[in-house]
């Protein structure tokens, strides 16, 4: 019997989960400036806690710097966004065809514990969560890696990494996260295949749905702020 007991939240920790979920709900004005103590006595910890969790959001895109001094919601730039997205797609299918065009497979290990990690998430069934956007990250990027080609995943982190401010918001509800694994596995299995057109094809309307829908999310959280001015 598993009698592990998890370690409780820290007050960063809830800080950060607690300022994190309001945001991605629009539930802040989205012009006034995001203060500490006021912050701090809505989650029921010191500012200290607070300071470290805006700290964090600000590094994940979630809140910019206020003019006053500070932080404040962030409005991300939908050019920039379009562009991003545009690269982790053209990044992402190499990585799907550069095997097959260099005349090798994908690593056959990174790929078989790769699928046996999202099998066992399927069983699992993870509740709906923004965390989830990191376990999504390490897919694509263990895809990518199985490749090959460590400059095509270096270039795919640093994309995840600027475009998460929208990608966060794909996996607020069971159906996407349920939605996710089953194309993620099924990637995984033309990948494994050694069909890189269905895996393409596959991918292409994966990315094209998490888009779609992070997008329309987040437009509906300013929406939200914007009424809260």
């Not at 910019?64 to 990044?91: F, K, N, V």
Request: glycine share 6%; net charge negative; proline share 5%.
């Amino acid at each position: 019997m598993d009698l592990a007991v998890s370690e409780p939240e820290t007050p960063s920790e809830a800080a950060y989960r607690q300022l994190r979920d309001r945001l991605l709900a629009g539930g802040f004005p989205l012009t006034r400036r995001l203060g500490e103590e006021r912050l701090a006595a809505m989650v029921g910890v010191s500012r200290t806690p607070v300071r470290h969790a805006l700290i964090r959001l600000h590094g994940e895109g979630l809140v910019s710097r206020h003019q006053d001094g500070g932080y404040r919601p962030a409005i991300p730039d939908p050019e920039d966004i379009t562009c991003l997205y545009e690269a982790r797609r053209a990044l992402e299918i190499g990585a799907i065809w550069a095997p097959t065009e260099a005349g090798r497979r994908h690593d056959r290990a990174a790929l078989g514990e790769l699928r046996e990690h999202w099998e066992n998430l399927r069983g699992e069934q993870p509740p709906a969560d923004a965390g989830f956007v990191a376990v999504d990250e390490d897919f694509h990027v263990r895809l990518a890696a199985a490749a090959g080609n460590e400059v095509m995943v270096d270039l795919l982190r640093s994309v995840n990494a600027r475009i998460r401010v929208i990608r966060i918001h794909d996996f607020l509800s069971d159906d996407r996260i349920e939605q996710t694994i089953s194309e993620h596995l099924d990637i995984l299995r033309a990948v494994a295949a050694d069909d890189p057109s269905t895996a393409e094809r596959v991918f292409r309307a994966h990315l094209a749905k998490s888009k779609e829908v992070a997008e329309e999310r987040a437009l509906r959280a300013i929406a939200r702020m914007a009424r809260l001015d």
